[in-house]
């Protein structure tokens, strides 16, 4: 059975840190593209990093400000991070733990993927930044 399990979101004051984890099961974390999407109230879910489990591991961001948000992997432990810095009230929304698994993982892993190419997903986690 595949599971995201997000866990670390909350309610922060704006210029804090939070960092939320994915962990996956049920399917091969190696060589799969595992993204955080997030969802604005009334909004479709839009990118915010993507990271590829692969040898290279590479990383990719949305729209993002990737200066505030790092995306990294944990492959023994089969867990996705992000990592938010500096958070900013604009930042409140539904964040989304996804996986994208099979041959074309490399080629979904990309800055502004199309949700659809998703297989797998997480129940979403809150994230509330105050101001």
């Known amino acids: 059975q595949v599971q995201l399990v997000e866990l670390g979101g909350g309610s922060v004051q704006a210029g804090g840190s939070l960092r939320l984890s994915c962990e996956a099961s049920g399917f091969t974390f190696s060589k799969t593209c595992m993204a955080w999407f997030r969802q604005f109230l009334g909004k479709e879910r839009e990118a915010v990093a993507l990271s590829y489990t692969g040898g290279s591991e590479e990383t990719y961001y949305g729209d993002t400000d990737r200066a505030r948000f790092k995306v990294y992997q944990e492959i023994v432990k089969s867990t996705v991070y992000l990592q938010m810095n500096r958070v900013k009230p604009e930042d409140t929304a539904r964040y989304y733990c996804?996986?994208?698994?099979?041959?074309?993982?490399?080629?979904?892993?990309?800055?502004?993927?199309?949700?659809?190419?998703?297989?797998?997903w997480g129940q979403g986690t809150q994230v509330t930044v105050s101001s």
């Open positions: 996804a996986a994208a698994a099979g041959p074309r993982a490399w080629h979904v892993c990309i800055p502004n993927p199309n949700r659809n190419d998703f297989t797998y």
